[in-house]
Every structure is written in structure tokens, then in C-alpha cells.
């Protein structure tokens, strides 16, 4: 076991050997509409587009070599006064780079996709979509969750404001 892992024994040998210690450099930009264009409310639109575009590059002096962007774009669209569509599409790709093996040449655990969760992949848990480790060793049950270097992700839901006037009168709404 790493000496930085406490909980090694816990965790799939896969897990275990990419823990410990790394040094991340990198510059990131994030090109966002930031909900401008979004209504009644920023955080749980019933209609407009948002759009995120973000990309990431690492390398020396870190031990850490990477390529990583990701696009994101959902179009909320009113069908009725009480009815909207949300339709959802975002896609990423890492590739490590290994500077001429300064950096290490396959990506790190920490640095992949992740994929599950009701923030990006409602009916799964956090985490719950991708490889995994061997699920008859140690770790999570069916396995740990290892990252991914490509993903894409898509989903159309419907939603109504919450029946409750005091609650569906502050923003909250009911997903389908």
C-alpha cells in the first residue's frame, strides 16, 4: 500500500496504485453564457440556451500532462405557461501528454470524467456510469469507479412548477 493511503485496504488495487502525491500545473479557461440567457430564473430556467465551453492544458513543471475540454449546451424551451422541454448535450476528451516523459504518459485518476449523479446524469449515482474497477476485489461494491478519458451525455426532461403556490413561487420546479 502507498504510505499516503490510510484507506488502501479499502480500495481496488487499481485505485491504490494511481493514489499518492502528484503535482498539477496548468491553465484553464472557461468561456461561459453564465444563465444570460435564461428565464424566469437562472438556476431552474423554463426557457432560453446556455452554452460552457472549457479548456484545460498541464505540464511542466508538474508531473501532470493533459489536454482536457469539455462543451455543454442545453436549449430550455416553455411548451406551456406550465410545461417546459430541457434538452441537454455535453461531451469532453482528455488526452495525457508526457513532455518527452517529463509528465507521466497516461492520465490520472483524479484528472478523468465522472459521469452519474442528478447534476449531470439523473437515475444513476455519483460516478455510476463508466469503467470500473474488478468488482470481485476490494473496494465498492460492483466495483470502483475509474474516470473516463471521453464522454457524452445527452438528456430531455420535462418540468412543471411545484404545485405548492409558496414553493413553485420561488423557482422550484418538478422534473420528468
Known amino acids: 500500500l502507498h504510505p499516503t493511503t490510510p484507506y488502501g485496504v479499502d480500495a481496488s488495487p487499481y485505485v491504490v496504485a ?3 502525491p502528484n503535482f498539477k500545473h496548468a491553465v484553464k479557461a472557461v468561456l461561459s453564457t453564465n444563465h444570460a440567457f ?3 430564473n437562472r438556476y431552474v ?3 432560453g440556451v446556455d452554452v460552457s465551453l472549457t479548456g484545460e492544458l498541464a505540464g511542466p513543471p508538474g508531473d501532470v500532462g493533459l ?3 469539455e ?3 442545453a436549449l430550455h424551451y416553455p411548451l406551456h405557461p406550465l410545461l417546459s422541454l430541457h ?3 455535453g461531451l469532453g476528451a482528455l488526452k495525457a501528454l508526457p513532455f518527452g516523459g517529463l509528465c507521466n504518459p497516461c492520465s490520472n485518476i483524479s484528472d478523468r470524467f465522472y459521469l452519474g449523479g442528478p447534476l449531470n446524469l439523473r437515475g444513476f449515482g455519483q460516478g455510476g456510469v463508466g469503467p470500473r474497477s474488478d468488482p470481485r476485489g476490494p473496494g465498492a461494491d460492483g466495483g470502483d469507479t475509474l474516470g473516463g478519458e471521453l464522454y457524452h451525455v445527452s438528456s430531455l426532461q420535462l418540468s412543471t412548477p411545484f404545485p405548492h403556490p409558496v414553493v413553485g413561487g420561488n423557482g422550484v420546479r418538478l422534473f420528468a
Do not use: D, F, N
Request: proline share 11%.
Open 87 to 89: 434538452a441537454h448535450v
Open 71 to 73: 462543451l455543454s449546451s
Open 18 to 20: 494511481e493514489s499518492g
Open 38 to 40: 435564461t428565464h424566469p
Open 45 to 47: 430556467p423554463a426557457g
Open 67 to 69: 489536454v482536457k475540454s
